[in-house]
Structures are given as structure tokens and as C-alpha cells.
């Protein structure tokens, strides 16, 4: 993965030990635009792994897990990271997700899925373990899914926040995150750098890929996903895809219709589709949607995602993590805001 970067200023990776100070402490800019408006509360659901593999990447690994200043400057850029989200989003919750290390479910359904990913640097990990135990120690609401990606947690997150009366913001790279967006939620979409970053509602998905939202896993599973080691159905991408979801509901509905599908795929192409979806237990089809459906049934407290920690509390901890410059940020981003 190519650096990436994250902010305008970067600090100087030959002094590490002595991060840029921290912009100064504002409300954060959706919150400023929404004051004073009734509105549902917002829950910002992050994918931590994300954040951690970008900030990992423009912060440089040397020292990783040593304690030194290699942790601290890795950390630094993560919370700067999640500061930048929460200054683009004004979320009263924050709840974030991280993939289970231990075990896949996914995997375990097909051995292949992300079989094509190199090892993990054992720096990356340590990162990612330091993340997660100080946004507990900021007061943030870290799930970690036994045998799930940080992308069930956003699903389930949203789900849940839906029934508790919530909107929500779900910051990930992971374009399988599409699938959630409806009226009550969008995604902020991580590219290389804040400024990049893109706001992706319904509108942006009709627009952009000429499908609903709700199509986007089916548009998906059609066209393979290939830093998932998926392959889609032969002779099919975005195109084709977008084109026969844009005439048929659901692929089923298409398939019931074999000579609208041929036609609108092209024959030999159309009929590759069909043979697929009579292939019983070796579609590729059906695996991929499968594979690609995120859960949204996994326990989420949204009231307790609310921001609670004292700002001080927050100083204190940027002080032990040798981060003061963050501490004012920080209190802005994650901390309780005043009644």
C-alpha cells in the first residue's frame, strides 16, 4: 500500500518524538451547521482497522511496539485521523469496530477469501491492539466481533441506531459499506487525506454506479470483488452489471427472465449468468453474496456510545501517551460536550 496522507501539515518523521501541535480546539463543522435544528441524534461508526492501516502507512513503522516513539507517533495519527472524522461528522455517539484476529467466519465458509492478502507487518498489530485500548481508555465504545469484520460492526451499528431513532455516519474504505446506505444512513468513504474523503448517499450511488443502494451487494457479487479474492461471474463488471440491475430489481428477477437477461448482457454472457445460478451450490453468484452480506444483528448499545469522558480525563491520558498536543483536539472530538 502506498503512503498515504492524511492531513495538510504532516509532522517530520525524523523527530517522532515531538508531534505537531494539534489545531486549535473548535466545534466540530457539522455540529456548528445543525445547532439549534431538531434532528436525530448521529452515531459515527468507524472501521478501526481503516484508520489504523492509513495511519500506519503515513506515520512511518520504525519502533512499532517497542513502546517508544515509534507507538506514539503511530497513535498519534490514528486519533488524529478519528478527530478529522469526527470534525467532518459532529457525532453525539462514536462507536468502533475492529476485525476479529482470531478467527473468520467468512474463511471458514471459503478457505480462499483474502488468501490473496500478504501478512499483516507484526508492527501493523501492535498498532492496531494499542488503538483499541486507548479509545477505551477515551471513553469510546470499541467492539470487536468474535469470528466478524469491523464492517458488521458499522452494519449493525446502523441497524441499531435506526430502531433507536438515530441517523448514522458509517467512515470506512471498505466499499461493502454501500450496501447500508438508506435514509437514515450514509458513509463517509476514507480516501487519502480528509479533503478527499467522500460523502456517499443515495443519491451519489445513483448517480455514480446507476443502481439503488439496496442492489449494491447483488452489484457486487456480479462483478467480484478482487482485494477479497472474489471473482465475479465471467464477461460481467460495473457495467453490466449497473445495466442489468437497472432494468431488473434483483439478479432472481433477471434469471426468471432468460431472454431479457441474454439481451441485456449479451448472450453468451447472459447465459454464463444463467448456467451460475443453476449451479446449486457452486454458484459463484451465491457465494459472493453470501461472503458479502454484512451482519447487522451483532450487539450494539448506541445510547452507550454517547460521548461522556471529562476533558480532562482526556488530558490526563494524552499526557501518559506522551500526545499532550492532541489533548484539546480530542476533548472536542470524543469528549462529553457541555449540557
Not at 501541535?21 to 435544528?37: D, K, Q, T, V
Not at 474504505?173 to 463517509?188: C, E, K, P
Not at 487525506?193 to 443515495?202: C, K, L, R, S, T
Amino acid at each position: 500500500m502506498e503512503a498515504l496522507s492524511l492531513f495538510d501539515t504532516q509532522p517530520d518523521h525524523t523527530t517522532a518524538t515531538t508531534p505537531p501541535p494539534a489545531p486549535p480546539s473548535h466545534r466540530p463543522r457539522a455540529h456548528r451547521r445543525r445547532a439549534g435544528a431538531s434532528r436525530r441524534p448521529t452515531l459515527l461508526a468507524v472501521d478501526g482497522n481503516a484508520l489504523a492501516h492509513r495511519a500506519f502507512h503515513a506515520y512511518g513503522t520504525a519502533g512499532m511496539g517497542t513502546g517508544g516513539a515509534g507507538d506514539r507517533g503511530a497513535l498519534y495519527g490514528f486519533l488524529a485521523l478519528l478527530a478529522a472524522v469526527c470534525d467532518r461528522t459532529g457525532p453525539d455517539g462514536i462507536v468502533v469496530g475492529f476485525d476479529c484476529r482470531s478467527t473468520s467466519a467468512r474463511r471458514a465458509r471459503y478457505a480462499a477469501y483474502k488468501a490473496n492478502r500478504p501478512d499483516k507487518d507484526p508492527a501493523l498489530y501492535a498498532l492496531l491492539d494499542l488503538a483499541a485500548a486507548a479509545l477505551a481508555e477515551l471513553g469510546v465504545s470499541v467492539v470487536v466481533p468474535p469470528g466478524w469484520e469491523a464492517d458488521d460492526v458499522l452494519a449493525s451499528a446502523a441497524r441499531a441506531a435506526s430502531e433507536a431513532g438515530w441517523r448514522t455516519v458509517a467512515a470506512t474504505s471498505d466499499r461493502d459499506a454501500f450496501a447500508l446506505v438508506g435514509a437514515t444512513t450514509s458513509v463517509l468513504r476514507l480516501r487519502s487525506g480528509m479533503d478527499n474523503a467522500e460523502h456517499v448517499d443515495e443519491r451519489w450511488i445513483r448517480r455514480s454506479l446507476r443502481i439503488a443502494p439496496a442492489q449494491y451487494t447483488e452489484f457486487a457479487a456480479l462483478r467480484g470483488d478482487p482485494s477479497d479474492n472474489l471473482a465475479g461471474i465471467p464477461g460481467i463488471g460495473a457495467a453490466r452489471a449497473a445495466a442489468l440491475l437497472g432494468l431488473y430489481p434483483t439478479v432472481a428477477d433477471a434469471v426468471a427472465d432468460p431472454l431479457g437477461c441474454r439481451s441485456v448482457l449479451g448472450s453468451a454472457v447472459g447465459q454464463v449468468l444463467l448456467d451460475d445460478l443453476g449451479a446449486g451450490a457452486d454458484s459463484v453468484f451465491r457465494r459472493n453474496v453470501a461472503l458479502m452480506t454484512l451482519r447487522t444483528d451483532l450487539a450494539v448499545d448506541v445510547h452507550g456510545s454517547r460521548r461522556a469522558l471529562a476533558p480532562h480525563a482526556i488530558e490526563r491520558a494524552c499526557d501518559a501517551w506522551g500526545l499532550p498536543a492532541l489533548a484539546g483536539r480530542l476533548a472536542v472530538a470524543v469528549g462529553a460536550r457541555p449540557a
